[in-house]
């Protein structure tokens, strides 16, 4: 069975979304960690979003796969960026990081052609 990648970013943005609005500090917090983190600096935000993106796939996190993945195409990074990113993950991971690697192709494959489809990239 294969996840619908889309559809569990969209979910997890809701949910975290309301998590923000009852729980504010942590939140609000982690919000401005994240956007400080993966601003354009001596890194682009491109290069940050597929560095966390091999993080995603060594960890085994499927949301932070798909958040990254989606992040990591809106900065403009290609399908065969990606699937270097994808092999550094695998190799930080060992046998585990080849299951998250599927995952991690299969969120690519849905937000490139969902990027292809809206114009958005």
Do not use: W
């Amino acid at each position: 069975m294969t996840t619908d990648y889309i559809e569990l970013r969209r979910h997890l943005e809701e949910r975290l979304t309301q998590f923000g609005r009852e729980m504010p500090g942590p939140m609000g917090g982690f919000a401005r960690l994240h956007k400080k983190a993966v601003e354009d600096g001596a890194l682009s935000a491109k290069v940050k979003e597929m560095m966390a993106l091999a993080v995603s796939i060594a960890v085994g996190c499927e949301g932070c796969i798909a958040y990254h993945t989606h992040d990591a195409i809106k900065a403009g990074a290609t399908r065969v960026e990606l699937l270097e990113t994808i092999g550094v993950g695998v190799m930080m991971a060992g046998g585990p990081g080849t299951i998250y690697a599927a995952h991690a192709l299969d969120a690519v494959e849905q937000f490139l052609a969902e990027s292809s489809v809206t114009g958005n990239s």
